[in-house]
């Protein structure tokens, strides 16, 4: 059978009408929100209370209407690093200084890929994965490489504008550019001709779009604050490199991104390294591909050492927003459409576009059950005080082990074998294969 036929809809038809809590539930959707009916209060009280290790950590950052979430909890590490040397109760760094330069990176990584690229077939898998453009999204690895590149700089020396809370007009006009941009180069290449002049070019006009929108980022500034003993402090003149090396002073080369990706073109217990649109021209993303155990394991030392996780999760799957819960037992959206299952093996999940590395956020806290196995896990979201529990959300043991695909574990915290596997030859991938 390959049509939709008149006798088989009449079938369909007839097992509804048969089916009386089926339009028991048509009836409670046609009036409400489809999550407040999944959602199982008792199933998520379960969640609720004290952690057995938890993390302290300085309030809820918003990323607003943006896709800045792996910029964010990066920054909410090194922030803390920053109030505990000078005593702060609470600090923030700017997310719209490094995102301008983020999204300039990205713009030369772009146009980079265009004329390293520009004689493979326009319409081949290479080329169109390019053209897709910039995004706000990206990776630990991406985060490290601006960092360092570029320092950081206190939030009241580099605060948010509208635009930079707010970015999809700007990014789709961008992307606009980026891809006129993208023919001209392609162009000038298969003709022969040096296309690095014009390329400079493009980046002053996409330099100066984001000054427009963003504000210009700063060079040199002024860091004045008070202590929680009101003692007052100021330097002068300190450049964003200057401040990361003196008030953050952490190697980010000492953490290490940890991939669970069980799929067939990731091996466990391996590097893997792709190059994306993500990166900077000439900078990879690698990870190490472990089995779930053991990012699990490296997810509780790390806690125990008194420093959050930074993850990457599915963040549309099994959530209740205003609850702050992610959880299969707790938000049962296939049961409140008839009872279907959407269960698949973890990587099948990922090979069949099921599931992906969405969001990122800080775990700061995990609860043993009686057995000493991790059963729930607090995290630091960025998306304001105004959804979960003031800001912070609880997950379940199987929402981690399913939905959880990337923590990123300072070195010391890696077993000898796990150290041996980053001196590794790294599996190559491409970056369109790659499952986040």
């Known amino acids: 059978m390959k049509e939709m036929t008149p006798e088989l809809l009449a079938r369909f038809r007839q097992a509804y009408a048969q089916d009386e809590s089926a339009r028991t539930l048509q009836a409670a959707l046609a009036k409400t929100d489809m999550t407040a009916l999944s959602y199982l209060p008792t199933a998520g009280a379960r969640l609720k209370g004290a952690f057995s290790v938890e993390v302290k950590t300085r309030g809820i950052t918003a990323q607003e209407q943006s896709g800045r979430c792996w910029l964010f909890a990066a920054l909410n590490i090194l922030r803390e690093k920053v109030a505990e040397k000078c005593g702060l109760e609470d600090f923030e760094l700017s997310q719209n200084f490094l995102s301008f330069y983020d999204k300039l990176e990205k713009a030369n990584n772009v146009l980079e890929m265009v004329i390293a690229h520009a004689h493979e077939p326009l319409k081949g898998q290479q080329m169109q994965y ?3 453009g910039i995004t706000d999204g990206g990776y630990w690895c991406a985060a490290a490489d601006l960092i ?4 950081v700089v206190p939030k009241q020396v580099q605060p948010e504008s509208y635009q930079s809370g707010h970015t999809a007009q700007f990014l789709a006009t961008v992307n606009r550019l980026i891809r006129k941009d993208a023919r001209e180069l392609r162009e000038l290449v298969l003709a022969g001709q040096d296309p690095y002049p014009r390329k400079q070019e493009m980046l002053q006009e996409i330099y100066k779009a984001e000054c427009i929108a963003f504000g210009e980022p700063v060079t040199e500034f002024d860091f004045a604050y008070q202590d929680k003993d009101k003692k007052f402090h100021e330097e002068r003149h300190l450049s964003p490199r200057a401040f990361y090396e003196k008030y953050v002073g952490v190697s980010l080369r000492d953490y ?3 991939i669970n990706e069980p799929t067939e073109q990731n091996p466990l217990n391996r590097l893997i390294q792709f190059h994306g649109v993500e990166n900077m021209a000439g900078r990879d993303m690698k990870a190490l591909n472990l089995p779930q155990e053991a990012m699990e394991d490296l997810c509780v030392k790390q806690l125990q050492a008194g420093d959050p996780v930074w993850i990457a999760c599915d963040a549309g799957a099994f959530i209740a927003r205003k609850e702050g819960v992610w959880d299969p037992q707790s938000v049962r959206n296939e049961a409140l459409l008839g009872g279907f299952s959407t269960e698949m093996p ?10 992906s590395a969405s969001h990122a ?3 700061t806290g995990v609860h043993f059950d009686g057995m000493g196995k991790p059963d729930r896990w607090k995290i630091e979201n960025s998306w304001g005080k105004d959804v979960g529990s003031s800001g912070y959300f609880v997950c379940s043991e199987p929402y981690f082990r399913d939905y959880v695909y990337e923590a990123v574990i300072h070195r010391s915290h890696l077993t000898p074998q796990q150290l041996a596997l980053l001196e590794s030859e790294p599996v190559l991938i491409n970056a369109w294969d790659e499952d986040h």
Do not use: D, F
């Not at 360092?148 to 320092?151: A, D, I, L, P, S």
């Open 148 to 151: 360092e590149k570029y320092g």
């Open 346 to 355: 973890k990587g099948r999940r990922l090979e069949y576009n099921s599931s």
């Open 130 to 132: 390019i053209l897709w």
């Open 256 to 258: 290490i991104p940890v």
């Open 361 to 363: 956020v800080l775990l």
